[in-house]
């Protein structure tokens, strides 16, 4: 990969590991964790999003493989969001923000991943609420904007919500956050490649990495897999990596 040394790469290859990992085990895709890496490694922006959004894909639907076979998954818990989510994240696609700008969004959207990975939003399960489908349609709207705009797939903003709210429990917010982020990856892929962009050559390269992880992380996390000082060294990694893109 030409954008990093051999040494850097061996490094950057383990990092998406330990990523894409943590992540699939929590029914993530990573995207903000591979964005925060990116940052670390002075990857370009032109080449950040894209390869975020396209790692996010694999991982986030092996992560929902596993999940799914659990039986985590509630389809009417999950539609209402993704209705709304894929046209605003293809929207989102097209969407090039300012350079400066770019960074800072991301910047804070990393600091709240990085504050949940210490267990600051982590909510505790609550009592089955019924889902409030207008609520549930803007919630969606918003996020899938968001996630096209930065090249994230959400997860990272939606589990947090479905704990807070009573809406699902930890284990299926997992699975309906998986299939999220990877409706939301897509489609703000295709408006990416619709506004006439492409995905780096060099993105392709990271994908076999990342999977590897994927399917560790998503066979564990299914079951009762639990590290927390894992998810506090990757949360310092990211709050490094958000404070790098607000303050450069």
Do not use: C, Q
Not at 30 to 48: H, N, Q
Not at 210 to 216: F, K, N, S
């Amino acid at each position: 990969m030409n954008l990093l040394s051999s040494e850097n790469m061996i490094l950057f290859s383990f990092a998406l590991i330990v990523i894409a990992f943590l992540y699939s085990s929590v029914g993530h895709g990573g995207a903000s964790g591979y964005l925060a890496l990116m940052t670390i490694f002075a990857f370009p922006i032109s080449v950040m999003k894209p390869s975020a959004l396209l790692l996010n894909l694999f991982v986030s639907s092996i992560s929902f493989f596993f999940y799914y076979k659990m039986n985590y998954f509630k389809p009417k818990l999950f539609y209402p969001f993704a209705i709304a989510s894929i046209p605003a994240a293809f929207i989102g696609g097209f969407i090039t923000l300012d350079n400066t700008i770019y960074k800072i969004i991301l910047g804070v959207v990393l600091v709240f991943a990085a504050l949940r990975l210490f267990g600051i939003f982590n909510f505790k399960e609550k009592e089955a609420v019924t889902i409030n489908i207008p609520l549930a349609l803007t919630i969606g709207f918003v996020i899938g904007l968001l996630s096209g705009m930065l090249g994230i797939g959400g997860g990272i903003i939606l589990s947090p919500i479905l704990l807070f709210l009573g809406w699902a429990s930890i284990k299926e917010s997992a699975a309906i956050s998986s299939l999220f982020i990877f409706v939301n990856s897509f489609a703000g892929i295709m408006g990416f490649f619709l506004g006439g962009k492409t995905v780096p050559t060099e993105s392709f390269y990271l994908v076999p990495i990342a999977v590897v992880g994927g399917v560790l992380g998503g066979y564990y996390g299914s079951g009762y897999f639990s590290n927390k000082t894992l998810k506090i060294v990757l949360g310092t990694v990211i709050l490094m990596a958000s404070i790098k893109l607000i303050f450069p």
